[in-house]
């Protein structure tokens, strides 16, 4: 059985059976205003009957007309913060005498289960796997936490206003890396979730479930959504030679005009799933006898980022956001053979003026440095 | 090294030497038997409640009984280490990053171009290459400094100059009365440098600014991009590829890096502030 | 002076100039050779020769009052020094010691203003060349104005 159906009263059992095989189950949840993934132990607390209307710069919670569980896009914070916790102790130290001691703190590492993962946050987590399990060093709190990580994910039916995940060829239905998926149909009689099961773990879970059957016309239903999805993105980027693009065009003189709105704010770098810069914390306690190191997010957009004794290498805005942008959709190939960006639309939403790095990469695009060499 | 690269083990200080009037060495030993590195790699060294910072090594790859750092006071970082005495402890971690081609450079002359405090990161080089000097054809060494009174390791580049296989020229940028060897920028010893433009190998350390004209003054000479290494400095925080720090386009200097082949990061020095 | 046109002809700086253009100028040279230590010119002093540097090495001085000496750059052989006779008031800017055992040919420079002034195709590859080499000296002494290896 690949397809099977999970009627919208049984969603309740998905909660109950994760949490009996050991899971904390993460879900998203309205909180100040904004849907977060959150320690969600009950249906319930989903945000129910909700959406968000996104567009550049803005964000706004509304009631829905109908009863959908998962009828929105993505809120600011992304799973990322499960996996790679925003502030990680990495080691303490003690003082005894002229020596000290270091050790890191215990591992109490909690089983996760995310329920309602988009097809682009998936996405973002295997980019993510790839950055801290898969190069030359292996991230071991990444690794401890992933590990034992269940993922459920949710396709999108209704892209919002600043997606473009068909773009970066992340969405709106999961391909691969998940455990189950679910699609989300809401008709006048009915409602439930079409489940694929993409993994060993996924299906031993979904055998627990009370699931039936697809019928041909509930699977063809919710193929539909999402084809439909699929025509529906808020924005589009063009992807071919978007890494030479970026290569090339280092001095092109349309960094400045980003910069003249670009606050350098670093919400970008926040609410991006992928964005992995971080930096050390150091700290000490009054007596000198306990020392701390603290791992912390860190941005490319602030001036110690790259701070060289003497002073930053990337002392103009522009540089910052040349830099953020290049290595987001071009370094990164380089550096992990897959694009940095998932189309996710966040950094379109949150930045406080707007900036929209589909326009940018469009505008790149129409003043290609290189054609007006080649003229 | 300890099982998680985040996680230092401690050392201990045998010695804090006064190298000028602002850099210093320090000398530890590991608490296991021996620390082995490659010549231009770096560590990660912590001093208790000030900070971790990256160091290149500057010992001899061939006695890895001590640890050899030589470095200059400049931030909270240093100025906390230099106050350092024997039977301290630091954390290190490490060692992190590429190696000079001292092994693909056998068979050609060697030219050892570097300015300042970056000497350090190319005397285990040296050491290496003077370990095995029957495998290298001229082997140069040209140095720059501010001052007389600012050269690093003068007793051993006196013991280098009095060798009979090796060149070794210094030069600095101001002198007074009892200085009488050359005055003026470390480029330009190039020109009449003894060795084969042909079959040479190029180590440079020293600021980006000095980089990029001595680049220029070999290639005048000669020699090409892919026979010229450069060791590059960036802001390091993890040293394991992970904090995004050290990025220099595509690479991640402590992991692609510090040494560097000149062509393959020549595109991005010639950008500014990449 | 056959062997004086040959240092001439020899020496970098007159590179590829023409047998004739040698030949005039040769007029102007004489042989000249400094002990390790002498002075060469001082500050102030009248700016009567310029310096072709065949052998040794001379260091380029600033006299700094309390201070003493203050080398900022050292001159090898296949260089040449001193331009002030090139332009008024004809004095030189600093002082010229000699670190090692130097000889040169020295070039008058009364004579050679003289010969210019009535060859001005020669006198125009005399001013390029010398800017070239005054090019070269400032670019140098940008970079050492950096202090580059200062923290």
Same mark, same amino acid.
């Not at chain 2, 050609?108 to 990161?121: H, K, R, S, Y």
């Given at each position: ?56 710069? @803005? ?8 009863? @959908? ?31 000290? @001691? ?41 690794? @401890? ?231 | ?274 | ?151």
């Amino acid at each position: 059985m690949t397809h099977a159906v999970l009627e919208r009263p049984d969603l309740k059992s998905l909660f109950n059976i994760l949490q009996k095989a050991g899971y904390t189950t993460i879900a998203p949840t309205v909180r100040d205003n904004v849907i977060t993934y959150e320690n969600v132990t009950d249906q319930s607390e989903l945000p129910i009957g909700m959406t968000d209307d996104q567009k550049n710069g @803005s964000y706004r919670l509304k009631k829905r007309k109908d009863k @959908s569980v998962f009828g929105f896009v993505v809120g600011p914070q992304s799973w990322k913060k499960f996996l790679y916790p925003a502030r990680l102790k990495l080691w303490e130290a003690h003082r005894n005498g002229k020596s000290f @001691s270091i050790a890191k703190p215990e591992n109490e590492e909690k089983k996760l289960a995310f329920i309602g993962v988009r097809p682009c946050e998936m996405s973002a987590i295997s980019i993510q796997d790839k950055v801290f399990l898969k190069s030359t060093f292996v991230d071991s709190a990444y690794s @401890s936490r992933r590990e034992q990580l269940f993922t459920v994910i949710v396709n999108c039916t209704e892209p919002g206003g600043t997606c473009f995940c068909t773009s970066m060829d992340t969405g709106p239905r999961a391909k691969k890396d998940y455990d189950l998926a679910l699609t989300e149909v809401v008709k006048k009689d009915q409602h439930y979730f079409l489940v694929e099961i993409g993994s060993d773990q996924g299906k031993e879970i979904a055998n627990k479930l009370p699931l039936k059957e697809a019928s041909e016309e509930q699977v063809s239903e919710a193929d539909k959504r999402l084809n439909e999805a699929a025509r529906k993105m808020g924005k589009a980027l063009k992807t071919d030679g978007v890494k030479d693009l970026l290569y090339e065009n280092a001095e092109n003189p349309h960094w400045e005009k980003v910069a003249e709105r670009c606050m350098t704010c670093a919400n970008c770098t926040m609410v991006c799933p992928t964005c992995f810069c971080s930096t050390m914390e150091d700290s000490t306690d009054l007596s000198g006898e306990i020392a701390e190191r603290w791992r912390t997010w860190d941005s490319c957009f602030t001036m110690d980022f790259s701070y060289v004794h003497g002073g930053s290498i990337r002392n103009s805005s522009s540089a910052r956001y040349r830099q953020w942008l290049t290595h987001k959709l071009g370094s990164w190939q380089d550096q992990f053979g897959t694009s940095g960006c998932v189309g996710c639309g966040r950094c379109i939403t949150w930045c406080p003026v707007g900036i929209d790095i589909t326009e940018e990469i469009k505008t790149l695009q129409e003043c290609d440095s290189r054609k007006s060499k080649s003229n | 090294m300890n099982t998680d690269p985040m996680v230092p083990d401690l050392f201990r200080v045998q010695k804090v030497r006064k190298e000028t009037l602002d850099t210093f060495t320090l000398e530890l030993s590991p608490k296991q038997k021996k620390f082995r590195f490659e010549p231009g790699q770096f560590n990660m060294l912590y001093v208790s409640g000030a900070g971790e910072i990256p160091i290149s090594i500057s010992g001899n790859p061939n006695q890895p009984e001590s640890l050899i750092h030589t470095t200059r006071a400049v931030g909270s970082v240093t100025n906390a280490m230099r106050k350092l005495k024997a039977g301290d402890y630091l954390g290190v971690r490490g060692p992190f990053g590429t190696k000079w081609p001292v092994d693909k450079a056998m068979g050609d002359d060697v030219v050892i171009i570097t300015g300042g405090i970056g000497l350090a990161p190319l005397r285990p080089a040296v050491y290496d290459i003077l370990a095995k000097r029957g495998r290298y054809g001229n082997v140069v060494l040209l140095y720059g400094a501010r001052t007389p009174e600012d050269i690093l390791y003068p007793k051993e580049i006196m013991g280098w100059r009095s060798r009979f296989d090796m060149d070794v020229h210094v030069t600095v940028d101001r002198a007074a009365g009892s200085w009488h060897s050359n005055v003026g920028v470390v480029t330009k010893l190039i020109p009449k440098a003894p060795f084969d433009p042909q079959n040479t190998t190029a180590f440079i350390c020293g600021p980006e600014v000095m980089i990029r004209f001595t680049t220029q003054e070999l290639k005048k000479r000669g020699l090409s991009d892919d026979k010229i290494y450069v060791s590059m400095e960036r802001n390091m925080k993890c040293a394991i590829g992970f904090c995004g720090h050290c990025q220099l386009g595509p690479y991640f200097v402590c992991k692609d890096g510090p040494v560097f082949r000149y062509d393959e990061i020549k595109r991005l020095l010639e950008i500014r502030e990449v | 002076m056959e062997t004086l046109k040959q240092y001439l002809q020899e020496h970098p700086f007159f590179e590829g100039l023409p047998e004739n253009d040698v030949d005039l100028l040769v007029g102007c040279a004489k042989n000249v050779r400094f002990e390790t230590g002498a002075q060469i010119f001082r500050e102030g002093e009248k700016a009567n020769q310029f310096f072709i540097l065949r052998h040794g090495r001379v260091a380029i001085d600033i006299y700094s009052p309390g201070k003493g000496n203050i080398t900022v750059e050292t001159l090898d052989a296949g260089e040449v020094f001193g331009w002030s006779w090139l332009v008024p008031p004809f004095c030189w800017n600093f002082d010229a010691r000699v670190i090692e055992l130097t000889r040169a040919v020295a070039m008058d420079a009364e004579c050679l203003r003289k010969k210019l002034k009535s060859d001005p195709r020669l006198g125009y590859e005399m001013f390029k060349r010398f800017a070239k080499v005054m090019t070269q000296r400032l670019q140098a002494q940008r970079v050492q104005l950096l202090d580059v290896y200062s923290a």
